[in-house]
């Protein structure tokens, strides 16, 4: 299987200069006693990958298409006619197309103008504009730099004005507006605090428009609604008569949302309630039906719908109280006017029909989901009127539940498009149409079904009279079709392509833009004209290939050579072997033969044996082993490795350390045979002694023990059981696996982690309820107590990392600043209470190592981030050296090299580095360049990249010509390797995983505070 790394920039350049600076490395330094420098081992996999241009469209400008893309050189904002020859670079700049993905460019045009938001590399995003030549694309004005990672955001055109928001350098978003000139561009807002934004809500009423703000504010409104004449003086919060300081008031100022038109007054919802803003006093009120509460309804609206603006009233889903069924309700702003229009679901709508509602204007009427005693769920319209609100259709409901009936895909010239259900025992859907009316609600003709799974990301775009349809098949490729309403008949223009949901599919300037990762020119701008002939490539952009990385990963010492996955480009993701050497670098075992991958993981090696989970040609995952090279895998049971999910999505702290542990004998691991989850396991090498010690959340559920730590004579872990996630030991029996302590009381959970052995205890974090603490046991209820409260009055969660020097080090999450931020803070403790104090250094990353006497760490002082070292003491933790003067450099990671430290450092002048170090200034000196390859943040990726094997220091480098890549550096003379002292599960180098749990934890609690302050962030 070929395997694509789409973040490669092969610059020929880049990989000149990395040469040229190795070669000086070897020619000039002599500090190094290593025999050589790093070097690249083999390059596996030489598969050759086109590379991708990558486009963000932005829009039409003169009968050209707008977008940014990557070539050779870099970001540039590019124009086309739709031919090669008629596609020109315009300026220099990264291009900020979407705002998010998908959704709506952040482009507008004003007098032949186009107004993005673009970034030259030097100021930063700011606003943009262009007349469609180079000459023509300039800055509209500099801003400044932003306090925060947010870019700019374009909200519409007013009058002659363009008005865009603008995060300042204390992090508040502002509102501006301009004409287009440096010298017309003014800010209308200048709001304060920390957690101050802008909305995106934005409505034109005449000569004047009205945009929301959010922001914290306890015990008080938290949003406001603005009105402005497009003049800082004549911007001001509208009239709230309740003030901000009572319920009623509260409620109308929480969250406004949603705003639409209603006569001289426009609707927005706030608090799942209906208000008015009278557009000629500027004041807000309360909209209640008849017999209904000031500020309390009814309806309680459907806020995932929203409200859709008719003709001098509002349309909105709603009901009468909570928990009853939702309606069609309307609205004119008065109690008169506010009412239930008709009763269509007597019965509840489906759990997906009132959290993804489908709510679309479509004409001058609505359609919407509804529900009657005879056909259940179906799509309905309306009018407005009882009278003429009718249902459209008499579907069959798919057979699987999830999927509602009716899903919508875009309207277009005063048509829905929509996908349905093709009945009860089908998983398909096809493609259907409606102008809101019975006789005008019809299938598309010649568009074919497509499997529920993929029609969600089925995307038409197109006019009155052409409508481009991609449709999405279950081998992953996509058709384009065009489609004509007005004879209901659909050409097929391409049957192979790949666009991804995030690419650009638009249509302008009469013809369909869109992006297409073709196989051999890569991820390209591709144009349809509406025939398959004119179906085709514009131009290929980044035409330069480069070889696709093998993208080792896994490492593990295996009876003193090295063993890892990789992929070479023909045989798929399987197992591999490295002496150090470019012969002795070969497939170690084909488990999946072909090109098929078997994808090994979770790697451990015990009494000479590999053991591995990997999949069958089947796609089952099975546990296995494999006892020498050469042999082939023996299959143990089939079993799932336990999976991490992203950080991104972790709800509570995953376990990002799982790695096996030996006990008397027995391998003691997580895994899940399928019905009673992922529980511990055992195995001694045998398909007979594999087997599951302890079902500890009983029935399907998970308990995914985590941290397999070693004490004693019994293994100790986190587990999640019928008390939530707590501390449990195992003696290897059913009987003797039980919860140590209930922490956390009930089914809370303390979630404990950075299980370590030291000075004859076992130390961990956990969170009893009141904040997470560094915990002390002897295994036994009665002595597992806080050993004192590390960093009171603080976030706290402090996380075992190592020793050093009879110290037991950690990290605690200290209050930074201002309110909301915070900062990791590097303690260390003796084992008693009295004993653990901060040494004042602060940690600015995830690389951390400890070789049993000294303490590498990332950390951070007057000079900004550099290499740190500590003894545990606080006179003995300090800068260990200022490697890069002039700017600050990325500290990646730290290991051990047979008793000398090396670590990996991201230099943003000179590149990759690789350094080394025995703790003092004078004997921390670069090695060479080297290509290092940067950890991965994601919980779910192995960051096993690097692992000294015999003489051999082997790490995954990622050189731009060649991709990530198996490098070595070798050491021939014997060197003493440092004893540790202490144990942890996975050795004394710590790396992205070990403290991702920190990070999580810290940024949890963070969340906690602030969800229970009811704090409100518009970034």
Known sequence: MMMFDTTRKPYASIRLAWLIGLLIAVSSYTGVAFSEVPRLILNINTAIVPESSYPQYLGALGGKMLFGATDATGPALWATDGSTSGTILLRRLRVLAQIKFPGPTNYAVQSGRGYFIGDDGTTGPQLWSTDGTASGTAMVVNLGPSGTTASPVLYGLFGSLIIFSKVDASGVSQLYATDGTGAGTHALTSLTGQYSYVATEFLVVGSKFYFATGGVSIGAASGQIWVSDGTSAGTRPVTNPWGGNNSVGTSALYHPHSFALAGSSFLYLSSGLLWSVDTVTDTISAVTAIGGNAGFGPPNVNEAAGLISMDGYVLCLGSSGINQNQELWRSDGTSAGTYLIAVTNPGPLSFNAQQYPLFQKVGDRVIFIGSDAQYGSQLWSSDGTGANTVRLTSATQPANSPFQIVSHHATIAGIAYLSISDGAQMTTRSVWRTDGTAVGTMRAGGLPSVDQSEAGITQLTGDSGTVYVLIASSS?????????????????????????????????????????????????????????AGTRLVADIYPQTTDSGSNPDEFVDFNGVLAFVASDGVHGRELWRSDGTSAGTTLLADINSGAVSSDPSHLFVANGTLYFFAKDASGTQKFMRLSGSPSSAQVLATLAPPVLPVFSQLQVPACVKDTPAVLNGGIYFAASAGATGVELWSTDGTAGGTYQVSDINPGSGDSNPCQLTVFGNRLYFSAAGPAGTELWASDGTSGGTVQVIDIAPGTAGSYPYGLVVFNGALYFGANDGTGGQLWQSNGLPSGTHPLGQVAPNTYSSPFPLGIANGKLLASAVIAAGQPGSYEYQLWSSDGT???????????????????????????????????????????????????????????LWFADFNGTTLFGVSDPATGGQLWRSDGTATGTTLVSPAPVVTPSIFAAASNRHRLTVGQTFFFVGNDPATGKELYGFSNDPTVPTVTVSGSRSGGGSLDVLDLLGLLVLGALQINARRRSSNLISGT
């Open 833 to 891: 209470a009295a004993g653990t104090a901060s040494l004042s250094a602060l940690l600015t990353g995830p690389a951390f190592f400890t070789n049993g006497t000294l303490a590498y760490f990332s950390g951070t002082g007057a000079v900004g981030p550099e290499p740190w070292v500590s003894d545990g003491t606080s006179s003995g933790t300090h800068l260990l050296k200022d490697i890069n003067p002039t700017a600050q450099s990325t500290l």
């Open 476 to 532: 992953g490729a996509k058709s384009l079709f065009r489609y004509a309403p007005p004879a209901n008949a659909t050409t097929s223009l391409h049957d192979a392509l790949s666009i991804s949901i995030i690419d650009g599919f638009l249509y302008a300037a009469g013809s369909l833009y869109f992006s297409n990762d073709d196989a051999t020119k890569g991820n390209e701008p591709w144009v349809s004209d509406g025939t398959s």
